[in-house]
């Protein structure tokens, strides 16, 4: 049994040797590589007089005529890892340089690799640990408004999104970005959004950004837009009262500090004339004699209106005075007659009386019939008289006053 044990020692210790000789094989030397020199630095790159790089230089010696390499600086911070890599191809001896910049504050620890052009691992270098502040611009969003932050509907309105990522792209690891709170979608390329169109409301905007760094940054804004009021505005008319083809206009007449350009306007008049489009002022120069209701609706950009109302009276002109359609003006005892006309009116009267007669005796005198009688013509107290379109009676005073005869209580009534 002793002597089985010192056999299998025996041969245990045979291939001992071998086996130690296989594991000292090094990659690096067997490719023909040493290294000459391996050196490290760190910066200020913003020149802040804190360190946030560092800055590693390797020489190395190649025994192959030409040899391509892949350097690979790895930097590990909080868990995430980095890679800065760099391409060497060389004969007899090179140098190169690879700079690492830091992300974040903190603790990094830098490792050096260098790889064939397969992709073998030939060495593994550990460079250190070092402190750092960021070398480069960590993410940040804000939302800048161009506008005030109480507005009304309509107002100038627009947002920048303002946007800085410099260690997301930088490794590759770039992130997205999501806002709410707007009333519409909003794509990643919009970088300004017009919000001149916005519906009334209060509104809280948040934007954030997150990298594959696990960087994360955000930015809220508060802004609210105030229904705008209805348009305010007077109808102001020039030559109510005057004849027919004297100087006439009707004008929308906004409020000071309104513009009302272009705001849906609708004109209802009645009787109503030749028709009316989309303008703030019209000519009524040519409209017929009598009584105008004129009606005008405003509408601005959100749907929201007001209507206002005038009235315009027009008298026939002097050149119609002595038209068969036209009233005639009295001239008292100097009127013109004509034997013809005086005895049609006296033949009409005994015709009428006749008639009226008739009928008392058949029917009894009524209470409409003697109250018509009673009525009699409207006296204009030999003031010029017209009708309008509508059968309105009027008479004018020399001051330029106008009244109309009121049927339902027989009598003239100020205009």
């Not at 640990?129 to 309509?154: C, I, K, R």
């Not at 508060?222 to 004849?243: C, D, L, Q, W, Y």
């Not at 007659?337 to 009386?353: C, E, K, N, W």
């Amino acid at each position: 049994m002793r002597e089985f044990f010192i056999a299998f020692v025996f041969v245990s210790l045979c291939f001992a040797p071998i086996t130690q000789a296989q594991e000292e094989v090094d990659p690096f030397e067997e490719a023909g590589l040493s290294m000459v020199a391996l050196r490290n630095d760190t910066l200020d790159i913003d020149q802040d007089g804190l360190m946030d790089s560092v800055r590693v230089v390797i020489v190395l010696n190649s025994t192959q005529n030409w040899i391509d390499l892949t350097l690979s600086l790895l930097g590990e911070h909080s868990g995430i890892t980095v890679i800065e890599e760099k391409a060497m191809s060389f004969e007899s001896q090179e140098n190169t340089s690879l700079t690492y910049d830091s992300w974040a504050v903190g603790e990094h620890r830098l490792v050096l690799e260098i790889s064939d052009v397969e992709g073998r691992l030939l060495k593994t270098i550990s460079i250190g640990s070092f402190d750092l502040t960021p070398a480069l611009n960590e993410p940040d969003v804000d939302l800048v408004l161009s506008g005030s932050e109480v507005m009304m509907t309509g107002d100038d309105c627009s947002i920048n999104r303002e946007f800085t990522d410099e260690t997301g792209p930088r490794w590759g690891k770039g992130g997205t970005r999501t806002i709410t709170g707007t009333p519409f979608k909003v794509l990643d390329t919009d970088y300004s959004l017009d919000c001149s169109n916005w519906p009334a409301g209060e509104y809280t905007i948040t934007e954030t950004y997150s990298n594959g760094l696990g960087q994360t940054t955000s930015d809220v804004l508060v802004m609210v837009i105030a229904n705008r009021p209805p348009p305010k505005f007077e109808i102001t008319v020039t030559g109510s009262g005057f004849e027919v083809g004297t100087p006439c206009k009707i004008t929308l007449m906004p409020q000071v500090g309104e513009n009302h350009d272009n705001f849906l306007k609708e004109w209802t008049i009645t009787p109503s004339p030749l028709p009316v489009g989309n303008i703030s002022s019209i000519d009524c120069s040519n409209w017929g004699s009598g009584v105008h209701k004129i009606l005008l609706k405003v509408t601005n950009f959100e749907e929201i209106s007001t209507t206002q109302g005038a009235m315009l009276v027009r008298l026939p002109s002097v050149e119609d005075e002595f038209d068969d359609d036209a009233p005639v003006t009295s001239e008292g005892e100097e009127t013109e007659t004509s034997d013809v006309g005086i005895y049609g009116i006296i033949f009409l009267a005994l015709l009428l009386g006749v008639s009226i007669f008739v009928v008392m005796m058949q029917n009894g005198p009524t209470d409409e019939i003697m109250s018509s009688m009673m009525e009699g013509e409207p006296d204009s107290e030999n003031l010029p008289t017209h009708i309008d379109e509508s059968g309105i009676l009027w008479r004018r005073h020399d001051d330029g006053e106008l009244d109309w005869w009121d049927d339902s209580t027989n009598s003239w009534r100020q205009w």
